[in-house]
Structure formats: C-alpha cells, structure tokens
C-alpha cells in the first residue's frame, strides 16, 4: 500500500503564539481531555481532582448534570440520567436494545429520542453536554480560549457515527480539529513514529468497545495497516458475566431498577477487585432479595469468561490476516483501554503474540494523551508533520447493471485517499445515470449496506457505451465520503456528500465482513450468474430493435427461428443456471449470424443510395 503524506496547515510557530488546543477521549463509559503543556501532554483534571470524567448526564428537575455528579444520580434517578450515550450516536432505534438503558429511548425516524422529565433530547445534544463540559474545564486550567480539539472515535465508526460526533462537538462549540481513531491516538502517545521501524498491535478494550489496530513503522513513519474490532464487546460484558454469577441463586426476581444498578455497580467492582486480589467475597443484603454471601476466585473468573477474552483474540488474528501478517511479524503491543488492567486479558494477549506488551502509559490516558499531541501538532504549535495514517473499514463503491457492486475504493485504504473510474451508459440514447453508492465486502448490491443515491442527469443523447461517465470517490480524514459523477464530452457534473441516515450498527459491519470471508466462492459465482444474466438481456434488447428496423431483410422462416431463440433464451434468463444461459446466449448469436451480416450490407448501401460517382471516396 502506497504511504500518503497528509500535510498539515501551519508550520512552526513563535513560543508567544501557541495556541491551546486540546486531545478528547470522548469514550463510552469515561472521557477524557489532555493538552501539550510545557512540550508535555498532561491529562487535565477537574476540581475534584480526578482525571476520569464519567460519560454521563443527568437531565433534572433543577438542571442538567454532567460527569461525576450526574453519576450520583445514577442510583437516585435512573430514568433521567444518561449513561453510554456513545452507543446512541449516528443510530436509530432499532439498531440498539433500548433495556441496556436506564431512561425511556423512542425514535424510528433515523434518530434516537432521549425521553427525560426535561422533555426529549437526541443523542448528539447529550453528547454535547459532555464536550462542553471537558472544554470549560480545559479553558479553566490553561486559563484561555482553545483554537480546537482532536476528538477520538472508535476505528469501526462508520460515517453516521463520524458525522453525529463532530455534530455534538460543534453544538459545544468546538472546532474539530480532526477526528482520529482511538487505537491511532494510543500509537503516538507511546510515541511509536520516533522508533525505527516494526509493525505493532493497539488493543483496545475499554467499557463498551473493542478495537484493534495493526500499524507499521518504517522510517519514523506508521501507516495503519489494519482495524478490527467489535463496539459491542468491553468491561461492561466482564460485569455481565460477574452480575450473573452473583444473582445465579437467587429465587426471587430483581424487583426494581435501583437493585438492579446496585447490583451492577457490585459487579463491577468484583471484577476490579479480581484485578489486584486473588479472590473476591460479597456478603451483601438487598431489599427484597435477602442476603448474597458467596466468594469469586480470579480462576473462575478467568474460566466463565474465557468466552470473551477468545473472542478479543480471533479479532487479533484476523486483523493480522487483514495486514497479511503473522504474531512473528509484530514488534510490540500497546494495551489501552480501562479493561486491559485484567490480568486474563493481559495473560491472554501476550501468550498469544509470544511477547511482553507495552503497558507502562495509564490505559485510560493513553487514548487522550495521544490525541492532545496530534492536536499540538495540528494546532500548528510544532515543526512536526503529521504522518498519521487511517484507513477505512469497509470497502466503498457503486451499483452497476445486474444489482454487481463495482468497488471504488478497497476496504484499509489509507485515509485520504480519493479514487475514480469510468463507466458508460447501457441503453441507446440514456441521459441520466443514477449513481447508488454503497458499502460492503460483497459483490452483490442486496448484501451491502446502501450510503445513499444521486442521479446524473444531462448525458447527451448517444448509442450505448459511448458514454464516459468519470466517478470518483474521496474519503476525507476525518473518514467522510464525497462521491462525483462527471461526464467527460460534456462535464457535466453531479455530487453527494454522504452523510447516511444514522443507522448502522458496528456489529453489522462486524457481520458484513465476516460474511464476505464466508462468502467469497459463493459470490464469485453470483457474480457471474449477474455478468450473463445483463449480457443475455442486452443481446435480445439489440435484436428485438434491430428486428423493429430490419424485419424485411428476413423470410418467415427465419423470424420465426430468431423469435423462439430470443423465447428460449428469456426462458433461461428467469432461472439461475448459467450454462444453460451460456448455451442458449451461444444459440441466439447463432441464429441472428446471417441477419447481421445482411443489416451490415444494407446499411452500407444505404449510405452509398443518392451519392454520385464523384462523391464517392474509395
Ligand atoms: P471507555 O473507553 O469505553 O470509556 P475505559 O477505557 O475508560 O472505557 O475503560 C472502562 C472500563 O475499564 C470499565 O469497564 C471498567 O470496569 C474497566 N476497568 C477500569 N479499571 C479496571 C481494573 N482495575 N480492573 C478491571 N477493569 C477495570
Ligand atoms: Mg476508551
């Protein structure tokens, strides 16, 4: 893969000149904000001096809370207090199970509403709330205005997520600088790019999400090479194992909501525990439930979650496969992300790829700490470039004839990168192309997720295929996609921003691309089935209208011939069985030979009825 240079606005600056900027690690279940003080990027801590912002807010009677406060309020008023609101962002309803929530979710048109006694709110404005809490208390602690901030997403962030992220920050009036994937942030803040060279894993579990990240080093330079990943995997499925093991006994049903985030809020803290401890007992009485007295030993953790832990590797390993590398190939691992302190996970990574790994940054910090200094960086405060290198999850392109996918750009290409292609019309006289844009792994439209549709309307009236129509498709760094179609005699031109309806899942990127590896023999066949099936009906499309004209150059008989050609092969084309396709497409350009070889003559004739010797040229 080519290495792309991204240059970055605003060379060095003087000392008295710099610019506060800052690194956002605005995360699921804890955020985070950083800053590059005195050449050192420092984690900003708020006045109860924790560094750890919980990402929650609190809508109340009085007003609206934000952070450690709203968290509080978790327990006393569950129904307006909004935990996880990462999991809501660029979705629609449907796509998430509103009983991992605490408040009444509603929505369906695209979007999700926030039901909270201060009337509804959307998942970008809550989000929001959180940003513009980390901006004052960063413009509190470095005492000025910030020119702009880095905020950091997970690598499986599709395009609604992207977008609905930088929407929030703008309502918290914040200039983002870029948005950068999480694994990337964690890279730089071990300052991997001032090593020589090598190829390195970030693992990254955190509360709710799950990230890998293959990054090559050559040169001083790193190219994300590749990203897997699961959003629905983190801590908070540890807590699930550990919530189940507590109330595996008991008889009697949770009778509220409070018990039930009593509970979880235990678990957790089981599961912390087990990080330092060998073992962990609970001797706890719940109102309505009695009395929960039972030990956790760290083995039996390790075993009843031995399910997720693999599941973090299997993402390990096809990342490797992804990048086109084996565990022999990779120098280090950076472990980010709150849930890597476990031991089993810590165990687990490094007997896999047969190494001690990099864990000496806090995990928390890590994320923020790296994304403060590329927004130094960006900020224009530096003499460094920049040389970060994402690339993009899933591959990008457009619908052709016979619903085939024709790829633009290929799944892990580096960001930006914009790619192009020509394509013709199908039709005799067509003047508009409808340009389908879609995202997937698979060669058949139906099994990739559609981005959105524009039409280029204007194409000259002319035969089939003569057409140039040039599409090109660029994908921002931010990870956003533009897509144009232009015509190239006449230049006429149309394009789309695509900003897709909010509404898919990580987990149905995770199962598109599973799929495509499942798939790929299966979908080579599709595809050409899809080739023949298009071919066959623009051969009887061009005879039927060539009979139209030319029926005269033809005795009964042969008519006749052609039409129960064109009948046999309408019949093969409804089913699916390619030779059979093949056999009778072979037979009808059998039968229509001699017709045009005779419409050949006719039409050079006719070109030559009403010209004088004079004008003829041989
Ligand atoms: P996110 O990126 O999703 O906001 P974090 O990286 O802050 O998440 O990680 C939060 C997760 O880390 C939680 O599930 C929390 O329980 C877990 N965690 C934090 N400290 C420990 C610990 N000492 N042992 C085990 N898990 C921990
Ligand atoms: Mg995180």
């Not at 699930?240 to 678990?267: G, M």
């Not at 956790?296 to 979650?305: C, D, G, M, P, V």
């Not at 120098?331 to 996970?345: A, E, L, N, Q, Y």
């Not at 897509?483 to 006429?492: P, Q, R, Y």
Request: glycine share 8%; aromatic share 4%; charged share 25%.
């Amino acid at each position: 893969m080519a290495l792309l240079q991204i240059s970055e606005p605003g060379k060095g600056t003087l000392p008295h000149e710099h610019r506060l900027s800052v690194g956002i690690d605005l995360g699921t279940t804890n955020s985070l904000i950083a800053s590059v003080i005195s050449g050192k990027a420092t984690i900003l801590e708020d006045t109860s001096q924790t560094p750890i912002m919980p990402s929650i807010v609190h809508y109340g009677e009085q007003g609206i809370l934000v952070g450690h406060e709203a968290e509080k309020m978790q327990l006393l008023d569950p129904k307006n207090t909004v935990a996880s609101v990462k999991r809501l962002m660029g979705k629609d309803i449907k796509d998430i199970n509103p009983n991992d929530f605490t408040v009444q979710l509603g929505g369906g048109d695209g979007t999700i509403s926030i039901h909270t006694q201060q009337g509804i709110k959307n998942p970008v404005e809550t989000s929001a709330l959180i940003l513009k809490n980390l901006k004052e208390l960063s413009e509190k602690r470095l005492g000025g205005e910030i020119i702009g901030a880095v905020i950091t997403v997970p690598a499986y962030f599709d395009d609604a997520q992207r977008q609905a992220t930088k929407d929030a920050a703008k309502i918290a009036g914040i200039n983002v600088l870029r948005l950068i994937n999480e694994p990337t942030a964690a890279a730089v803040a071990y300052g991997l790019d001032k090593k020589v060279e090598g190829n390195f894993v970030i693992y990254d579990l955190g509360g709710g999400t799950f990230d890998i990240s293959i990054l090559r080093l050559e040169k001083g330079l790193f190219e994300v090479l590749a990203t897997h990943g699961d959003s629905a995997l983190g801590g908070d499925d540890f807590d699930h194992i550990v919530e189940q093991w507590v109330t595996e006994d008991l008889n009697a049903e949770i009778p509220d909501i409070k018990t039930k985030q009593l509970i979880k809020n235990l678990s957790r803290k089981i599961k912390e525990g087990l990080t330092e401890k060998d073992e962990i007992s609970v001797d706890e009485t719940f109102a309505g439930l009695g009395a929960i007295k039972k030990t956790l030993s760290r083995e039996k953790f390790a075993s009843l979650s031995a399910g997720l832990t693999n599941k973090t590797i299997a993402c390990i390993k096809q990342a490797l496969h992804d990048a086109n590398l084996t565990t022999n190939d990779i120098t280090g691992v950076v472990m980010v992300g709150g849930s890597t302190r476990m031991p089993i996970i810590q165990l687990a990574v490094e007997k896999f790829i047969g190494m001690p790994l990099l864990n000496n940054i806090n995990p928390d910090e890590v994320v923020a700490l790296g994304a403060a200094e590329q927004a130094n960086i960006l900020a224009g405060n530096t003499n460094d470039e920049l040389l970060l290198l994402d690339v993009i999850p899933l591959s990008l392109g457009i619908e052709t004839m016979g619903d085939i996918v024709e790829r633009i750009i290929p799944r892990n290409s580096t960001l930006p990168v914009a790619m192009g292609q020509e394509f013709t019309t199908y039709q005799d006289g067509q003047t508009g192309m409808v340009i389908h844009v879609v995202q997937g792994e698979r060669d058949l439209v139906k099994d990739c997720r559609s981005l959105g549709k524009f039409t280029l309307k204007g194409i000259p009236p002319m035969v089939a295929g003569a057409a140039k129509i040039r599409v090109t498709f660029q994908v921002d760094t931010d990870g956003l996609l533009s897509v144009k179609a232009k015509e190239l005699s006449t230049g006429i031109e149309s394009s789309i921003e695509v900003k897709p309806s909010y509404g898919l899942e990580d987990k149905h990127i995770q199962q598109m691309l599973e799929s495509s590896f499942s798939s790929a023999e299966e979908d080579k066949e599709s595809r050409a089935l899809a080739e023949i099936k298009v071919d066959g009906k623009q051969i009887i499309a061009m005879i039927e209208s060539a009979l139209e004209q030319d029926k005269n150059l033809l005795n009964q008989d042969e008519v006749n011939h052609i039409y129960a050609m064109v009948h046999e092969l309408t019949k093969a084309l409804a089913a699916s069985d390619r030779a059979l396709i093949e056999e009778k497409t072979k037979l009808l350009n059998e039968a229509t030979a001699t017709f045009a070889a005779r419409r050949m003559d006719n039409s050079i004739s006719k070109a030559l009825t009403g010209k004088t010797i004079n004008t003829l040229e041989f």
